[in-house]
């Protein structure tokens, strides 16, 4: 991703996509948010039904009825449009945090979650980056858009803000599916 290599990006995913569908699989998933960068480069060209964890959640926050969230993610994740085209569809708004915020959720991400580092004065800084945003863009709920956020932020809401939850949701869908 830092290297913006779009194409080698598809072209892994396509390769380990490959390997499901000759074993076997039904469908598969993308088990991250950042690599739905390409999904729609991905999915015409994937041998097996894709389930995208975009539109798993845009489902999960309409059946919510959350009209106004935050988008908390990687830096790629944030400042791309693959969430907010969805959800636009759907009459959703999505709002990302300021850029300096947009700084600290990525640098703590990358340097801290990952290698599974949880701080509670990390937890305390991206609660307040979410205040901030509730008193800047009224949102009505938070997509936590990459999969260590929940291991950090494991409350259901904050403040009364729900936390959507992409992995959760992603595994629901998947089960559902598997259960169709």
């Known amino acids: 991703m ?10 892994y995913l396509l390769e380990g996509i490959d390997k ?36 798993a959640t845009c489902a999960a926050a309409k059946g919510l009825k959350l009209k106004r969230l935050a988008l908390l993610g990687t830096r790629y994740t944030m400042q791309a449009s693959f969430y907010p085209k969805v959800f636009s569809r759907e ?44 008193a800047r863009s009224d949102i009505d709920g938070i997509i936590l858009a990459g999969t260590e956020l929940p291991l950090i ?15 959760k949701i992603h595994v629901e869908a998947a089960v559902t599916e598997m259960l169709s």
Not at 155 to 165: A, E, K, T, V, Y
């Open 20 to 55: 499901l569908a000759r074993a076997g699989a039904d469908f598969g998933l993308i088990s991250a948010n950042t690599p739905h960068i390409v999904f729609e480069d991905v999915a015409p060209r994937s041998p097996i039904p894709l389930i995208s964890i975009v539109e």
């Open 2 to 11: 830092d290297a913006n290599d779009l194409p080698g990006m598809t072209g």
């Open 91 to 134: 009459g959703i708004e999505l709002f990302v945090p300021e850029r300096d915020d947009q700084d600290y959720i990525h640098d703590k991400y990358m340097n801290e979650l990952v290698p599974g580092k949880f701080l509670a004065e990390t937890r305390a800084g991206l609660l307040d980056i979410v205040d901030r945003m509730k």
């Open 153 to 167: 932020l494991r409350d259901p809401d904050h403040n009364g803000i729900p936390f959507l939850n992409t992995t």
